[in-house]
């Protein structure tokens, strides 16, 4: 079901972002995106002699390389268009997260290597959404894992899903369903 209808209205400004998620012959993860914004009118613009309506202000490329842990292995920032001829320069500062793993932590770390003038905010923050599709790129690998584990084994690692949302929290009819070994009944 789409939102109401709205209010009278005049279209401003459009930010697509695209996601991918690809499994690497090598074993290895790359998850992907690319950003755009868009004006519906002309912008002044001194660097690039003007920006025309439709053509993107932003238009930025960020690939995390990770593996199966989530440990980010190589990553590749690119501006192709910016409105300030100085934006590109930072890209090459998001390899600092070579090294760190998506999880717990995650944003804190984005916050230390690559936030506010260590970085560029849009670049910034698609790192957020880039490690959900991780998750989701990667979770058919978690699964197989997870079913080839001892019944010990599932019965002591928490799943990474458990309490990420209302519907995987563990009083939730999904992980009862699911996941009865973590299922915990609400307390009232």
């Known amino acids: 079901m ?31 995106v690319h950003m755009t914004d868009i004006k519906s009118y002309d912008v002044e613009n001194q660097w690039r002699n003007g920006i025309a309506a439709g053509e993107p202000i932003h238009e930025m490329w960020l690939r995390l390389t990770i593996d199966g842990t989530f440990l980010v292995k190589d990553v590749e920032a690119v501006t192709d268009n910016s409105p300030f001829e100085m934006c590109p320069i930072i890209t090459s500062a998001y390899r600092e997260l070579v090294g760190i793993r998506i999880g717990r932590g995650w944003r804190r770390a984005i916050n230390e290597k690559v936030k506010g003038r260590n970085g560029c905010t849009h670049i910034t923050e698609l ?11 990667l979770m058919g690998n978690i699964q197989k894992n997870a079913s080839q584990k001892s019944k010990a084994e599932k019965e002591t690692l928490k799943p990474m899903v458990l309490n990420s949302c209302h519907a995987w929290a563990e009083d939730s009819e999904v992980v009862k369903k699911h996941l009865p070994e973590f299922y915990k009944e609400a307390t009232d």
Not at 12 to 24: A, C, D, M
Not at 127 to 137: E, I, M, R
């Open 2 to 32: 789409p939102l109401s209808t709205p209010a009278a209205r005049k279209h401003l400004h459009t930010r697509s972002i695209e996601l991918n998620g690809y499994k690497r012959e090598d074993d290895l993860w790359d998850i992907e």
């Open 127 to 137: 790192l957020a959404p880039l490690a959900t599709v991780s998750f989701q790129t």
